[in-house]
């Protein structure tokens, strides 16, 4: 059985050059559609602390000087 002309070494470099071009422009692109969802995820978590903030009737301020008073008791309760 006689197969077709085989690619010459040169045509067979210019392809898997091609091949791998093309798969790093589709990492890019998967890596940005990556960093979008991360942001999303982000700003609904942002989102659900601002609602609790709203919710307690606190400042902003009050929020973090509690949050700040906890974070320190954990501190020393480690040590």
Request: charged fraction near 40%.
């Amino acid at each position: 059985m006689a197969r077709g002309q085989r690619k010459s070494i040169e045509e067979k470099i210019t392809a898997k050059q091609e091949l791998i071009e093309a798969l790093m422009t589709r990492v890019e692109s998967e890596k940005r559609e990556l960093e979008e969802l991360c942001q999303e995820k982000r700003l609904k978590e942002l989102e659900a602390v601002e609602d609790l903030i709203e919710e307690s009737g606190l400042q902003p301020e009050e929020v973090a000087a509690v949050l700040q008073q906890y974070l320190e008791s954990r501190a020393e309760e480690a040590s």
